[in-house]
């Protein structure tokens, strides 16, 4: 039975208020293109990526997944006096549904933390769906990673320390990237950083039903996204969990994971099932669920009082981490 869903802040309903015609809840297969197109995207050519001269910024396209196209990666590096240590690495996945979006969206995050703890960001370009269905964008995120440790040095970077962060669809990837890293043997990250993620092609949780046309991504363009993705395949029996990680039977030996999400937003449920999914499996991971919080709402409302409080958290988990 579907309950009355949880209230969202104050000072983030107020944002909801000003942007809900721009942006809607649903996403139909027919809006992905005009999406693709709209304003929102094409404001991301203005992003200064140098965040004021802080960083050297470069577009370097690397060998994609044998057989496969290749990829770009965005590389911006501190432009600030080497350290004796190389710097850590954030390995950045963009989110946008599986179905939107380029390297630029959302690094801004990952460059806050970067200015803040001195590092290296790789944020990576990969294949979207429909046009390129499960499992294109994993596999690109996959070979950007190695491409990346493989060559971390030259960049000024510590292989031995990347964590690797997304938000939304780029959080699902990435958690979708550390099981294929254990499983494949792969370099081991140090850290994963999952921001609301996209974890659960089943869109059918609780919170999937309960925020059903509220917010800014609710079940119907859940199930658009996931549809595009793995196509008549979602929801059934046959999903891999390098798709939808909270797939995935055994989730041993996994890097540690901070993992935040909002409480009156779609993916509450499958976050919160993946974290204590995690600590039964013997693993370590940080949880927040930051209460009225919509999806992505510390981008959307950046100076929010709940979104400082998210930001700082990404900022002391990563301070912690990269203190082991």
Known sequence: ????????????????????????????????????????????????????????????????????????????????????????????????????????????????????????????????????????????????????????????????????????????LTAALALLLRDRGGPRPIGQLLLCPMLDDRNDTPSAHQMAGLGVWDRTANETGWTALLGERRGGPDVSPYAAPARAEDLSALPPAFLDVGSAETFRDEVVAFASRLWQAGGIAELHVWPGGFHGFDGFAPQAALSRSARAAHVDWLRRLLAE
């Open 1 to 172: 039975m579907t309950s009355v869903p949880p209230p969202f802040d104050p000072e983030l309903a107020a944002v909801l208020e000003l942007i809900k015609d721009a942006i809607s809840p649903a996403l139909y297969p027919e809006d992905i293109e005009a999406v693709r197109q709209g304003p929102g995207m094409a404001m991301l050519a203005d992003l200064d990526l140098t965040a004021g001269g802080a960083f050297e910024v470069e577009d370097r396209v690397v060998p994609g997944p044998e057989g496969s196209p290749e990829i770009s990666l965005l590389i911006c590096r501190p432009t600030g006096p080497a350290p004796a240590r190389p710097r850590p690495v954030v390995y950045h996945v963009h989110g946008g549904g599986m179905v939107i979006g380029t390297n630029r969206v959302g690094v801004d995050f990952a460059l806050d933390w970067a200015r803040e703890l001195d590092m290296v960001v790789v944020s990576v370009e990969y294949r979207l769906a429909p046009e390129h269905p499960y499992p294109a964008p994993v596999e690109d995120v996959y070979a950007g990673l190695l491409w990346t440790a493989e060559h971390a040095k030259e960049l000024g970077g510590d292989p031995e320390r990347i964590v690797i962060a997304g938000a939304s669809a780029g959080g699902g």
